[in-house]
């Protein structure tokens, strides 16, 4: 089973950007749906984007849409979120999760790395 670690947040100003990276070992994530969500406290999480297997679409919230890129970099077994024009709204826990079936609901993913803490000041 592939297992999956975050790293890349931090925090940055609004208007500043970061990039997520969701690296895989144990299997190929390339054969994985792969989703990005986000929760920040006392919020349910979201779903920020996600990949089909095999790249046939990428996903994204309305609230992120323009400013958001996800991508697979399968020789490094990676998936990264590239994040700009960041907001405050943007701050939260964001977790990759992958699964062999595409799915839109955070319940339904059967992997999730440990998440990582994306911070935007205004």
């Known amino acids: 089973q592939v297992q999956l670690v975050e790293s890349g947040g931090g925090l940055v100003q609004a208007g500043g950007s970061l990039r997520l990276s969701c690296a895989a070992s144990g299997d190929t994530i390339s054969k994985y749906a792969v989703a990005w969500f986000r929760q920040d406290s006392g919020k349910e999480a979201e779903l920020v984007a996600a990949?089909?297997?095999?790249?046939?679409?990428?996903y994204y919230a309305d609230s992120v849409k323009d400013r958001f890129a996800m991508a697979r970099d399968n020789a490094e077994n990676t998936v990264y979120l590239r994040m700009i024009n960041l907001k405050p709204d943007d701050t939260a826990v964001y977790y990759c999760?992958?699964?062999?079936?595409?799915?839109?609901?955070?319940?339904?993913?059967?992997?999730w790395g440990q998440g990582v803490q994306v911070t935007v000041s205004s």
């Open positions: 999760a992958a699964d062999l079936s595409f799915t839109w609901y955070l319940a339904e993913y059967h992997y």
């Open positions: 990949i089909q297997y095999g790249d046939e679409g990428t």
